[in-house]
């Protein structure tokens, strides 16, 4: 069975900073799709970012990049410049071709203003 | 980008009585719907899978009686919970996937308590 692990429940980061928020997943598939969502306290669910398995260059959504690394199965989120709207929980998730998506447990952050 | 709408956004039922969430995908068609359930700071576990046309996959320890699902339309599935009880009390969130993309949307989720 896929499971993807979420190691920190917590994080804090100042604004402008920049942090890292870890996820290790665990497959033997060899396509497969890797997800950050967002979900602000409306509890909207909102894609932050998406990689493909197959791509070894790490995705870049603006101030959102991914260090996605397959051989150790580990695709952690930087966020730079963070800012009060970043403050969500956030959920590595991961999804094998065609199938549904397995989420982490979540890592919550909070922005020091 | 892709839209899906949860009706009720909030609901609030006595226990004992069943309630209906309807999830629609507006501007896209999709075969496969998934509901969810959210715990407070939890993730989301997910409770079945809803298939258009035919019965839903219902995941291990969710209660196919208790929570009916159907998805009539190719843009519109349905969660009946059905005698609730006030351990119902939950945030529900539906997603559907797009047939071309198998892309996951979310629906913005409904909060259901049972008194």
């Known amino acids: 069975a896929q499971t993807v692990t979420q190691s920190q429940p917590e994080m804090s980061v100042q604004e402008a900073e920049t942090v890292t928020l870890s996820c290790t997943y665990d497959t033997s598939e060899s396509d497969y799709y890797l997800f950050w969502y967002k979900q602000p306290p409306s509890r909207q669910m909102i894609l932050v970012i998406r990689q493909e398995a197959y791509k070894q260059q790490n995705a870049t959504e603006n101030r959102f990049s991914v260090n996605f690394q397959k051989a150790a199965k580990s695709f952690s989120l930087k966020i730079s410049d963070s800012q009060l709207g970043d403050a969500a929980m956030y959920f590595c998730a991961y999804r094998p071709s065609a199938r549904q998506l397995t989420f982490g447990s979540g890592t919550q952050l909070t922005v020091l203003p | 980008g892709a839209v899906v709408s949860q009706h009720p956004s909030r609901v609030i039922c006595k226990s004992g009585t069943s309630v209906k969430i309807e999830c629609r995908s507006l501007d896209f068609q999709a075969t496969t719907m998934f509901w969810y359930r959210q715990f407070p700071k939890q993730s989301l576990m997910l409770m079945a899978t809803?298939?258009?046309?035919?019965?839903?996959?219902?995941e291990q320890g969710v209660e196919k009686d208790k929570f009916l699902i159907n998805h009539a339309s190719l843009t519109l599935s349905t969660l009946t919970v059905t005698s609730a009880h006030p351990e119902d009390s939950s945030f529900y969130i539906c997603?559907?996937?797009?047939?071309?993309?198998?892309?996951?949307?979310f629906g913005p989720g409904t909060r259901l308590t049972v008194t």
């Open positions: 997603s559907a996937r797009a047939e071309t993309s198998y892309e996951q949307y």
């Open positions: 809803s298939n258009e046309g035919s019965k839903a996959t219902y």
